[in-house]
């Protein structure tokens, strides 16, 4: 078996890890594995990478921002939402920074009104210096973009809503 498999410093380790203290209302956590260390705490506003010495032969993890605390609810109900039960949220799947387009002085992948199908990528969101594709997993239209490029967002937070055919 590989050690890779076992690896809990990798992205799916971690995501897997902050889901785990998320269920079990876990604050804080301390790894070491093979001489390399990672600790995680949660704070009301999200997680955050506060310590990292890894071997060389991990990738270098940097310290991944929270979001500040928002100043009203996350999912205040748009009118349009109030009135389609057909409005679905795409959220983030992970803490990191959000990107609208591949790169600055591309296009965004997908504007209000556009449609989207399940496998449509809308955004990208950066974590640890690797970049990772989030699919629509829905199929409708872009009706509202509720993150703007370069934003920290954490696990769940709101990015567009999508009116679903």
């Given amino acids: 078996m590989s050690e890779k498999k076992n690896d809990v410093f990798d992205l799916d380790g971690i995501r897997l890890l ?3 203290m998320k269920e079990n209302d876990v604050s804080e956590l301390d790894l070491e ?29 940097a310290a991944v921002p929270t979001a500040p605390a928002p100043t009203q609810p996350v999912d205040v109900p748009t009118p349009r939402e109030e009135n389609a039960a057909n409005v679905k949220t795409i959220k983030s799947p992970m803490v990191g920074t959000f990107y609208s387009s591949p790169s ?9 009104g556009d449609s989207v199908t399940p496998d ?4 990208i969101i950066e ?10 997993e829905l199929s409708g239209t872009i009706v509202e973009i509720l993150a703007k490029s370069g934003d ?3 696990f769940g937070t709101p990015l567009f809503k999508v009116e679903q055919r």
């Fill in 152 to 154: 920290p967002v954490e």
């Fill in 33 to 61: 594995q093979s001489g390399s260390r990672l600790s995680l705490r949660r704070a009301q506003s999200g997680f955050a990478v506060v310590d990292a010495k890894l071997t060389p032969a991990c990738a270098p993890v």
């Fill in 120 to 123: 449509k990528t809308v955004c």
């Fill in 18 to 20: 902050v889901e785990l």
């Fill in 104 to 112: 600055p002085d591309a296009p965004p992948f997908v504007q209000v």
């Fill in 127 to 136: 974590a640890m210096k690797i970049f990772n594709d989030v699919p629509a």
